[in-house]
């Protein structure tokens, strides 16, 4: 609508002008009239004005960007504030009141010199340095080295802190091995788990060696006052 707005006031400014210039035939190109002229002066601004506008881009608002809120999770904390943490209830470690201390050899000192197939028994005195109760069912058994045919001894009876007990095991020497043999021995609690000093047999075995004696421990464990 506008186009055809502007080629109407341009048509009329082009007779005008053919009107100035065309010479002494009036006939030929139609007269204006001041206030004519003028309000088709008006349209013509008034129609570029629109044609302006029309050319100009429009813009478009550039999106912002809109912030993303973050999520934090706090960790789970105790009546006192104090930040929470999991404990496994099996640690695999004994529990720190056990405790067990070496004191001397009762039988078969360390080097004892055995023939192949002899019979002894090794018995060790030792203390409970712990703050807590070796318990009946506790065992005593070897962990590492040679057990030269000894089997695990089961308490049968508690023993208090600061008591001493005598841990005695039957044993035969190897008839298949020479020389120094050694085997190392520990208490575990009810649980599996060793705690206190390891206790050692050492003997040496050779063909013409003389047996040892024995001693006079027993192969049922004692308690020592």
């Known amino acids: 609508m506008q186009n055809k707005k502007l080629v109407m006031m341009l048509t009329l400014l082009a007779a005008l002008v053919l009107s100035a210039c065309g010479g002494s035939d009036a006939e030929a190109t139609p007269t204006l009239s001041m206030e004519q002229i003028q309000t088709l002066a008006v349209m013509t601004y008034q129609a570029q004005l629109t044609q302006t506008a029309l050319a100009q881009p429009t813009s478009t608002p550039v999106p912002t960007n809109t912030p993303v809120p973050v ?14 943490t999991s404990t496994s209830a099996s640690s695999g470690q004994s529990s720190a009141c056990y405790g067990l201390s070496y004191v001397r050899d009762v039988t078969i000192p360390d080097n004892t010199e055995l023939t192949p197939g002899q019979s002894f028994t090794k018995t060790w005195l030792v203390s409970n340095t ?45 008839t298949n091995k020479t020389g120094e043999l050694k085997g190392t021995w520990r208490l575990s609690d009810a649980n599996g788990n060793f705690f206190g000093d390891g206790v050692f047999v050492v003997v040496e075995i050779g063909s013409a060696a003389t047996a040892a004696p024995t001693g006079t421990a027993t192969a049922t464990p004692t308690a020592t006052p």
Request: aromatic letters at 10%.
């Open 130 to 174: 712990g703050t807590c109760a070796w318990e009946a069912g506790f065992v005593f058994n070897v962990v590492a080295g040679e057990a030269m045919s000894g089997v695990a001894v089961t308490l049968n009876q508690a023993v208090e802190p600061g008591r001493q007990y005598e841990f005695s095991v039957p044993m035969v020497a190897p």
């Open 71 to 84: 999520v934090t999770f706090a960790e789970p904390t105790t009546s006192s504030g104090i930040v929470a």
